[in-house]
C-alpha cells in the first residue's frame, strides 16, 4: 500500500501559504512554503501530485528533489500537523455541542408548539432569545 496526496497544500486553505514556520523553514533553504511542504511529505514516503495550471507553479513544484529537511525541520513541521489535527477535533467537539444546543432548542420548540401553539411560541423564543418582536414587522 502507498499513500498518495492529491491534495498537498489543502488546496490553499487556512492561509497555507503564509503559515509563519513553513515560510521561516523554506528561506533556510531558498525553497518556497510549497517546496517545503511537498519536500517534507517525500520524505515521509508519501507520493505527492501537486496540481496547477501555472507553468511557473508546475517546475517549482518538480525543484523539490535537490535539498532535504533536517530532522529539526521535520519535527517541526511535523508539530503543525499535530495542531492542526488538535485544532480539527476541537472543532468537531465544539460543533457537537453546538448541533445538540440547537436539536433541544428544537425539541423545546415543539413542545411549546403542542402547548401553546406557534404564535405563543415564537413570542416566547424571541423573548428568551432577547429579540423584539417589533424588528419583524414591515
Given at each position: 500500500t502507498q499513500?498518495?496526496?492529491?491534495?498537498p497544500f489543502a488546496e490553499g486553505k487556512n492561509d497555507f501559504f503564509n503559515t509563519p514556520a513553513l515560510k521561516e523553514i523554506g528561506a533556510k533553504y531558498g525553497?518556497?512554503?510549497?517546496?517545503?511542504?511537498?519536500?517534507?511529505?517525500?520524505?515521509?514516503?508519501?507520493v505527492v501530485i501537486p496540481k496547477s495550471t501555472h507553468e511557473e507553479r508546475m517546475q517549482e513544484n518538480f525543484n523539490v528533489f535537490d535539498f532535504a529537511l533536517s530532522t529539526n525541520d521535520m519535527e517541526e513541521i511535523a508539530k503543525l500537523?499535530?495542531?492542526i489535527k488538535e485544532t480539527r477535533a476541537e472543532m468537531k467537539k465544539?460543533?457537537?455541542l453546538y448541533d445538540e444546543k440547537v436539536e433541544k432548542t428544537r425539541h423545546v420548540t415543539r413542545?411549546?408548539?403542542?402547548?401553546l401553539g406557534p404564535d405563543i411560541t415564537g413570542m416566547y423564543m424571541n423573548y428568551i432569545s432577547g429579540i423584539d418582536?417589533?424588528?419583524?414587522?414591515?
Open positions: 499513500i498518495m496526496s492529491w491534495g525553497k518556497s512554503v510549497a517546496q517545503v511542504a511537498l519536500r517534507f511529505l517525500l520524505q515521509n514516503g508519501v500537523e499535530q495542531w465544539k460543533i457537537e413542545y411549546f408548539n403542542s402547548l418582536d417589533d424588528e419583524y414587522e414591515e
